[in-house]
């Protein structure tokens, strides 16, 4: 569906592209919010692993899972704040349509970084607790599980609407 197409004839709204504009940057706005609070969770349970006792009995490959989930935490949430500095950068240029597509596209990226980060939080708890094989199992689980969530199904939903 192109942004355009949002609002269809006989949807019952009565809209100019400039309202549903509006109504689609307050949409991703509220969705952000929701984005970030998990993402400055997941991002503080992260920094305060290293500051535990159990943090020296890291070995190898768990700091570097550790650390890359950090990296990715880290990602989630410029991503997650990015489409604010965007509309800071383009306030009152008339752009918008800009704006509005290109944080889309940023929200999306975020949710991707965060199931990344939440897939391998849960490698390095599981890794932690019972061993490598089964923080594997877990970590791939949690991705599955995420990608069918977030954008499997909405893209089947998507499809069957198109349908009909």
């Known amino acids: ?7 269809m004839p ?5 809209e100019t592209e400039t309202e549903r504009l509006d109504r689609n940057w307050n949409d991703i706005l509220q969705e952000t919010r929701v984005v970030q609070t ?3 969770i997941l991002t503080g349970f992260l920094l305060a692993i290293a500051f535990q006792q159990r943090f020296e009995d890291l070995d190898g490959y768990q700091l570097t899972v550790y650390l890359v989930l950090v990296s990715f935490a880290a990602l989630a949430t410029i991503l997650a704040i990015a489409p604010v500095s965007l509309h800071r950068t383009l306030f009152r240029q008339r752009a918008k349509k800009h704006i509005v597509a290109t944080a889309n596209v940023l929200l999306i990226a975020t949710l991707a970084a965060v199931l990344v ?3 391998g939080t849960a490698v390095l708890i599981f890794d932690m607790v019972v061993g490598h094989g089964i923080g594997f199992i877990a970590g791939a689980a949690v991705l599955v599980l995420g990608i ?4 499997v199904a909405p893209g089947l939903a998507r499809i069957r609407m198109r349908r009909t």
């Open 1 to 7: 569906m192109a942004l355009d197409d949002d609002a």
């Open 10 to 14: 006989g949807d019952g709204r009565e």
């Open 38 to 40: 998990g993402t400055q």
């Open 117 to 119: 980060t939440l897939s």
């Open 148 to 151: 069918c969530a977030w954008f």
